[in-house]
Structure formats: C-alpha cells, structure tokens
C-alpha cells in the first residue's frame, strides 16, 4: 500500500488549496483517512480525518475553513483549505489506518510522502 499526495503549492494569504491523496495498491477498504501537518520546527499535528462511513474530526484551527472529503471506491481523500493563513504553512501528509488487503487488515499507519503548502504574501 502506498499514499500519494498532490496539490500543495504557494498560495497568498486567504486563498485556497485542494490536496489530494491516492491510496495505491490491492486495496479493499479502508476505515480512516486523514491529513496532518508538520511546520518547520514543530511536531505534526492533526488537521482532519474520516471515517469510512463519512464520519469527521477537525482540529479546531481549522473547523469553517477546511473540508475533508473521501471515495472510498477510489480510495482517494481531499482536503480543501480555503481562508489560508500563513500559519498553516506546513507540509501536509496523508495518513490511513485500519486497510483490508489481500485478505489482511493492517492497523499500522500509512503515510504519503507529505505536500508542501506555502501561504505567504
């Protein structure tokens, strides 16, 4: 199984972003999908997840101003920034947990490579 994000980029103060990630492999379902961030010099911290019932958390930074969204039969997961702030300047990792495949269930994390979101003016 491996997670590819795409969408990250250089944005101006109050604009928006849509990240994108795809869940790669001989995959069958998976139970929770989320994105997280980690800025320079600090840990990662969670930005949103869902659940494979449509289920979703936000941190609160980012509750009004952010959507998670998911197809579980494409195993994709998004998240849409709008009203960016400089302080969400991070690089954005895509994360699942709980993936049947091949007859397995794995409760180990996956994480994709991370995507670099710059919100500067």
């Known amino acids: 199984v491996q997670l590819q994000a795409s969408g990250g980029g250089s944005v101006q103060p109050g604009g928006s972003l849509r990240l994108s990630c795809a869940a790669l492999?001989?995959?069958?379902?998976?139970?929770?999908m989320g994105w997280y961030r980690q800025a320079p010099g600090k840990q990662r911290e969670l930005v949103a997840t869902?659940?494979?019932?449509?289920?979703?958390n936000y941190a609160d930074s980012m509750k009004g101003r952010f959507t998670i969204s998911r197809d579980n039969a494409k195993n994709t997961l998004h998240l849409q920034m709008n009203s960016l702030k400089p302080e969400d300047t991070a690089v954005y990792y895509c994360?699942?947990?709980?993936?049947?495949?091949?007859?397995?269930?794995?409760?180990?994390?996956?994480w994709g490579q991370g995507t670099l979101v710059t919100v500067s003016s």
């Open positions: 994360n699942a947990r709980g993936i049947s495949s091949g007859g397995n269930y794995y409760t180990r994390d996956y």
């Open positions: 869902t659940t494979s019932s449509g289920r979703t």
């Open positions: 492999g001989s995959i069958f379902s998976i139970n929770i």
